[in-house]
């Protein structure tokens, strides 16, 4: 890993207009070549976030510096400028639905690179090579949007694979994968940051994250910068964590004992009947507490 | 199951077709949504073999633009329908299913005529063809006027969904760029086209998600206030998604005056040129005709 500042935020702020803030007094640095969770509750503001890093939105308040350069409206304007830096970032949107709008699969993941303006025979060998990394070459002529949750979500990680990019922002990119594919998303991530790649991951699914970052920044309700560490720190931090609400104290009958009780739940492995969710949000944990909650409406 | 029709426990009762619901408009929507979806995302008729597939999308989009012209400009019931019986045999031998064709076609026609039409039918001064309660007559101006709208309207929808059937998208938004249309203007019709199926999809969805929670019947003012409620909610939808789905392409290096996708280079044959001029003289000969 090399230490030259991928991002930089100085005292960032965002708001959308008229609304709430999304984003209070951010500061942060990311390094090139490191691997990054944003973790939040939904609403904390990953999302925006993660537009702010891909130059979709700029500050109301503060900079977002990229390789050093301050990201502005000013700066996109420039050609060279937008496309260089559309070259090296690539977003992958929380919503795969937004993100797919081309008529086939292979038109969809040839966007980005015709933007580019590559020769076509580049065009299709990185169409070609994209596919063919996730997996997908059997979907080329179909309708992205009749595609399943996870063949979209492949496509549109090939689409913006076939950018080949530097620095990937991933939003929720787990949401709405079954527990095979969200292993085979962590194992994308993982052999990305082998390649040097710098990979942000937007989530609030914390039984990932320390398959997936090195490095954790934890956003609260009001929007701040919470805290920053080690996976290990933070999700031994179960004070944190209960504040943040991305973790929950809640009543649940043991199989074993048959006695209920009631404490905080973050981690699935940290329960032994929780083994096989132990990909699942916590939200949506074991089939067993769900049957209770049935039971008791 | 039990004498009165009622099933026993955990079992589910028998469908009975003569219990039908009545959800009419329910079932129209989602009708139209899916058949929207089909004339919009119909790709692999644009794959087919057939006379207008095999030509140049510029030639198409020309040769669209001037006979769309004709209809505006002729004011004649003949010419027109000339005009429309030339756009079916295009379909046909583009391989495009006639039923489905006038179908799909027609199915759309009452949205944008039928709130023009209807009035036009009452208002239009002239001797009444008939009587109607509440003093309202038909005039066979009215019923002429109606009948032009018709036909224009079906005419000028039969030439835009053979070029949107027979011409990949990319294509058509490339030759529009090729053809020094606005930029803008192609953005919004690529935007348009791309956030379409989300917001049918969002609408079968509704729907589907609806039919999943209503057990009983609901009576028509209930339903009328549901559908307006989702429109509400559709309105809203639509603009986040396609400040959404602009992002998106920005986000992959789409700039408004950028290069429009679509691989194959156009060049220009002499069948192409062949239909191009077979196309304007058409479009000026109905002008001339129909004047
Ligand atoms: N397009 C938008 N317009 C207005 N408010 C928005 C928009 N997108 C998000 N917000 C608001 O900004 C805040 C942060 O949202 P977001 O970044 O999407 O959070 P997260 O991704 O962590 O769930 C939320 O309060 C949300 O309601
Ligand atoms: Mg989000």
């Not at chain 1, 490095?215 to 931090?237: M, W």
């Not at chain 2, 955990?10 to 949504?33: C, F, G, H, M, W």
């Not at chain 2, 030509?55 to 010419?79: G, I, N």
Request: hydrophobic fraction near 45%; charge should be neutral; glycine fraction near 6%.
């Amino acid at each position: 890993m090399n230490n030259e500042p991928a991002f930089e935020l100085r005292d960032v702020a965002f708001s959308y207009e008229g609304k709430q803030p999304a984003l209070v007094n951010v500061s942060l640095t990311i390094h090139a070549g490191e691997r990054v969770a944003i973790l939040g509750s939904n609403g904390s503001g990953k999302s925006t976030l993660l537009k702010l890093l891909d130059g979709l939105y700029f500050p109301t308040q503060g900079v977002v510096r990229a390789y050093g350069q301050p990201l502005s409206e000013a700066a996109f304007d420039d050609d060279t400028f937008n496309f260089a830096f559309r070259r090296r970032v690539g977003l992958v949107f929380q919503d795969t639905d937004v993100q797919l709008f081309s008529p086939s699969v292979w038109e969809e993941v040839a966007f980005a690179p015709m933007q580019l303006s590559l020769k076509s025979g580049e065009v299709e060998a990185r169409v070609d090579g994209a596919l063919r990394a996730l997996r997908i070459e059997g979907l080329r002529d179909r309708a992205p949007h009749r595609l399943s949750g996870g063949e979209k979500r492949r496509v549109a990680l090939a689409s913006v694979l076939a950018l080949q990019p530097d620095v990937w922002l991933l939003d929720e990119p787990t949401a709405g994968l079954d527990p095979r594919s969200q292993c085979w998303l962590i194992d994308f991530i993982a052999e990305q940051g082998q390649a040097g790649k710098t990979v942000i991951t937007a989530t609030h699914n914390l039984s990932i994250v320390d398959a997936i970052a090195g490095r954790v920044f934890v956003f609260d309700e009001s929007h701040r910068l919470a805290a920053q560490g080690t996976p290990e720190e933070i999700l031994s931090n179960q004070e944190l964590l209960l504040a943040c609400n991305l973790s929950h104290a809640h009543r649940h009958r043991h199989a074993d004992s048959g006695q209920e009780h009631s404490h905080p739940h973050s981690r699935p492995p940290a329960h032994a009947h929780d083994a096989e969710s132990m990909r699942l949000t916590p939200e949506v944990q074991s089939p067993r507490h769900q049957t209770k909650e049935l039971k008791d409406t | 199951m039990t004498p009165d029709g009622s099933p026993p426990a955990a079992s589910l009762p028998q469908p009975n077709p003569s219990r039908r619901r009545s959800d009419v408009i329910e079932r129209t929507l989602a009708d139209i949504s899916h058949a929207l979806e089909h004339a919009l995302f119909a790709e692999e008729t644009a794959r087919r073999n057939g006379l207008l597939q095999a030509l140049d999308p510029r030639v198409k989009v020309l040769a669209m633009l001037a006979l769309l012209l004709a209809v505006a400009l002729s004011h004649s019931l003949a010419v027109i329908g000339g005009l429309y019986a030339v756009t079916l045999a295009l379909a046909w031998a583009s391989a495009i299913p006639l039923a489905f064709f006038v179908k799909r076609v027609w199915l759309f026609l009452p949205f944008f005529t039928g709130v023009i039409a209807l009035p036009a039918l009452f208002i239009t001064p002239g001797p009444p063809l008939a009587q109607l309660p509440l003093g309202l007559a038909v005039t066979r101006a009215g019923v002429t006027t109606a009948l032009f709208l018709l036909l224009r309207v079906s005419t000028s929808v039969s030439l835009g969904a053979l070029l949107i059937l027979t011409t990949p998208w990319n294509d058509v938004l490339k030759a529009l760029s090729v053809l020094h249309v606005p930029d803008s203007f192609s953005l919004i019709l690529g935007m348009t086209y791309r956030y379409i199926h989300l917001l049918l999809r969002t609408v079968s969805d509704m729907f589907l998600s609806r039919k999943s929670r209503v057990a009983g019947r609901l009576s028509g003012a209930e339903e009328r206030r549901m559908v307006g409620a989702s429109a509400g909610v559709l309105l809203g939808k639509s603009l986040h998604l396609s400040s959404e789905v602009y992002l998106a392409m920005q986000s992959r290096g789409y700039r408004s005056h950028s290069r429009v996708p679509g691989l194959a280079a156009f060049a220009m044959r002499r069948r192409d040129w062949s239909a191009l001029l077979i196309a304007v003289a058409l479009a000026a000969a109905a002008i001339v005709l129909g004047r």
